[in-house]
């Protein structure tokens, strides 16, 4: 847990707070089908733990509903299965929706009555905040973000060396000494955002973008300090900072004069600035926003690129973000760029919006307490991924890349992991 003192009456406070009309309707929605058990990969994984089911879950979190917020639940609270709060209990809540969710969305679309359960994930996780009980790790990565403007606390010296070194590797690569990765650039047509581990684990990511803006002529732009598009508080429960994190972005876009903002392969964050921001900050952002999927599916369709599929002869198959399709509802794009960039692209079964998690969202990654349950959920993907017979699975979220590459080792898949832009870049025709 973190260091702020524990707090159980400020999170009864908060709770009370986000218990707007329709999470009350949540909160009494659940008719116990089982419908979930079969949507969830923890509870795939874990077959014999039903603290595992998202119904049980939700049931943890609807005790406490019911003990403060029913009449019976105050008067015969054993009768009525309510729960009061006390720290025991809380802990156990951070263990089920911190420990045992994702946040993923599948079971929600799968439930018989609509039970949105991420939403009600959240809602407890944003109590847990106010409790100072939100996991160490996670919170960490938040501080990060808040306090040096990306969640790997890379400094401004080192982001400009990595970029400008960048720029002279393509250059030599392609021959072309004109070639720019241009940096706080003013009025701009994009504002390019990244994830901070492309600079400090991933720079191919950001070669790969690279090459597409330099092929498609674009005028673009990256930020010095602001270009950070993760936004680990989505997942910590905490509307205020994470409005400050997505806001960042929005403040940079306008003070550099950008056409528009561009966001990076990221589910999660392209869900937390794209769609959720405008409810954290209470308007809208007053800016174009979109994510780099739909940026190059556009180059494609407008003849800004020219593709030779058979570059990429290995059979790709195609990982969803949870965030960026069942969150955002970016889905077929992806797919239009692969099928024009590789030779042979073969689906999951189920994908798209029915296609389940890698078992890395939801903050996962970054709470090590948690990681022999990530792997064992992951089980559901691996298996996916295996039966394809794909030998390179795309995925437009770095998150989703980090967890793949573990499940890569752990269940020994023999794949390799790479962005949808770094698979597009491999198949461009340069120089005619």
Partial sequence: MNQKQVDIKAALVKF??????KMRVYMNACVHCGLCADSCHYALANPDDPSML??????????????????????LPAWTGSQALDRDYADKLVDAVFGKCTMCGRCGLNCSVGLNTGQLIRVTRSALV???????????TVDNAINTGNNM??????????????????????????????????????????NPREPKFFPLSISAMGKIFQTAGENWTLSSNNYDV?????????????????????NEAKRLGAGQLVLAECGHGFRATRW??????????????????ELMANYIKDGRLKLDASKNPERVTLHDPCNLVRGGGIIEEQRYILKNAVKDFVEMTPNREQNFCCGGGGGMLSMGEYSERRQKAGKIKADQIRTTGAKVVATPCHNCIDQLNELNTHYQLGVKIKTVSEILAEAIIFGN
């Fill in 230 to 250: 993760t936004n680990y508080a989505l997942f910590s429960g905490n509307d205020n900072e994470a409005r400050k994190i997505s806001g960042r972005l929005i």
């Fill in 54 to 75: 998202p119904a049980f879950k939700i049931n943890q979190i609807t005790s406490v509903f019911r003990r403060y917020h029913t009449i019976l639940g105050r008067l």
């Fill in 276 to 293: 959720e921001l405008a409810n954290w900050a209470g308007e809208k952002s007053g800016i174009k926003i979109i994510s780099v999927l």
């Fill in 153 to 194: 606390a890379i400094s401004e010296k080192e982001f400009v060396e990595t970029i400008e070194w960048l720029q002279e590797d393509l250059q030599l690569e392609l021959s072309d000494d004109s070639i720019r990765f241009p940096i706080n650039k003013k009025n701009a047509n994009i504002l390019y955002t990244l």
């Fill in 130 to 140: 106010e409790a100072g009980l939100v996991p160490r790790s996670l919170q960490a």
């Fill in 16 to 21: 009370r707070e986000l218990l707007d009309g």
